[in-house]
């Protein structure tokens, strides 16, 4: 079984954490990953940076531009991450657009990945019928679970569309807007938790965007299986550096 579906059968609510492959410094991925596991996250994100990055807030573009000043493409992160399995036991999920996977071959992408022991990918440029139609045998392929986005302003039958192709989880939008920390979640996206979680998807869902503390980790799992956390996990690594990563971690945990 793939290591995402084991997580999500966790009688516990998920905290997956979002970073920027090769941010702060080139050579930080596979530290980063690490410490990470260590201060008790359940699932990463690993971001391949990407020069016109459609979804990403202010936050997540500096550090894409930092990492790709800094050198960082699809090969060497393959390079940086071929021995992670031996450290690292919780999912990997690589997050970038579908360009440089295109541009390196979606199917040698896909194989590196399993050889490597990525779990699942997230494209949010790569639309569901596209995948559907074109890629998801070479994603089965290979073992890869991969996310799909949904927003306030997906539809119910788009949303059952994309839950009939999924098996993992759904990374649901917090709002339309890109990525960012917010203080906390409106009555329209309460409204929306709910309401998506009334649809009774076989899917579980993993809210993103907006998530910077235990308030809104709180309220972003009180109908969904987690939260992911992005912008302020990078706010705080360009502050702090990326050892003694439970200081941002256990608040959120509300440990």
């Known amino acids: 079984m793939n ?3 084991q997580k999500l059968q966790e009688d516990k609510k998920l905290l997956s ?3 920027t492959a090769g941010y ?4 930080d991925t596979v530290n980063t990953i690490q410490n990470l596991e260590k201060s008790g996250v359940d699932m990463i994100e690993i971001g391949l940076p990407f020069s016109d990055p459609l979804a990403d807030g202010p936050t997540i573009q500096d550090s894409s531009t930092r990492a790709l000043k800094n050198g960082m493409t699809s090969e060497l992160l393959f390079q940086q991450l071929k021995d992670i399995r031996k450290t690292v036991s919780i999912p990997l999920i690589i997050m970038g ?3 440089p996977m295109l541009q390196y071959g979606v199917e040698a992408f896909c194989k590196k990945c399993q050889e490597i022991g990525i779990d699942g990918l997230i494209i949010p440029d790569l639309p569901v019928d596209v995948y559907h139609d074109e890629y998801k045998s070479t994603f089965d392929k290979y073992g890869l679970i991969n996310v799909f986005l949904i927003t306030p ?3 119910e039958e788009r949303i059952r569309y994309i839950d009939s192709v999924s098996d993992g989880f759904i990374y649901m939008v917090s709002s339309a807007s890109t990525t960012g920390a917010k203080s906390g979640f409106g009555d329209e996206q309460e409204d929306y938790f709910t ?3 009334n649809m009774n998807l076989k899917n579980p869902q ?4 907006g998530i910077s503390n235990n308030d809104t980790f709180t309220q972003a799992t009180k109908h969904a299986k987690g939260a992911i956390i992005g912008s302020a996990f990078i706010k705080y690594v360009t502050a702090n550096g990326i ?3 439970e200081h941002f971690t256990s608040p959120i945990l509300g440990k």
């Open 195 to 197: 309401r998506v979680s």
């Open 206 to 209: 993993i809210v993103g965007f």
């Open 3 to 5: 290591r995402i579906n």
């Open 24 to 27: 702060p410094n080139i050579n």
């Open 153 to 155: 302003q997906t539809s």
């Open 17 to 19: 954490i979002y970073f």
């Open 97 to 99: 657009y579908f360009n």
């Open 243 to 245: 050892e003694n990563l």
